[in-house]
């Protein structure tokens, strides 16, 4: 099993900055991509940020520009860092991996539990 425990959400001020991050552990051959998606209430979940083992990263719109994703491999933890923070911007944050467990595996997508971010005044 893979799990992904997420730290950093919180309650920051219009125009703030937080760092969500997020470690994975258990049985692991390779992670591929690694990302975080959001959801606030009464909306689906959307991705805000990826990034593949290659390096290549992938933003949404809304927050192009604010936010960067980073990921440390030796570490399996990524990064999020979010400045500029807008109301807009709260949300619970979700980590997304996509890993294979076993050289022969099929690559399957993990979840971590959520991590709340709160921009409010």
């Known amino acids: 099993q893979v799990q992904l425990v997420e730290s950093g959400g919180g309650l920051v001020q219009p125009g703030g900055s937080l760092r969500l991050s997020c470690a994975a552990s258990?049985?692991?051959?390779?992670?591929?991509?690694m990302g975080w998606y959001r959801q606030a209430p009464g909306n689906q979940r959307e991705l805000v940020a990826d990034m593949h083992s290659d390096g290549i990263t992938n933003y949404a719109d809304s927050v192009k520009g604010r936010f960067t994703i980073s990921r440390d491999n030796a570490k399996k933890t990524v990064y999020l860092q979010m400045n500029s923070l807008k109301s807009e911007d709260t949300a619970v944050y979700f980590c997304?991996?996509?890993?294979?467990?076993?050289?022969?595996?099929?690559?399957?997508?993990?979840w971590g539990q959520g991590a709340l971010v709160t921009v409010s005044s």
């Open positions: 997304n991996a996509l890993v294979r467990d076993t050289p022969l595996g099929a690559a399957r997508a993990y």
């Open positions: 258990g049985r692991i051959f390779r992670i591929y991509t």
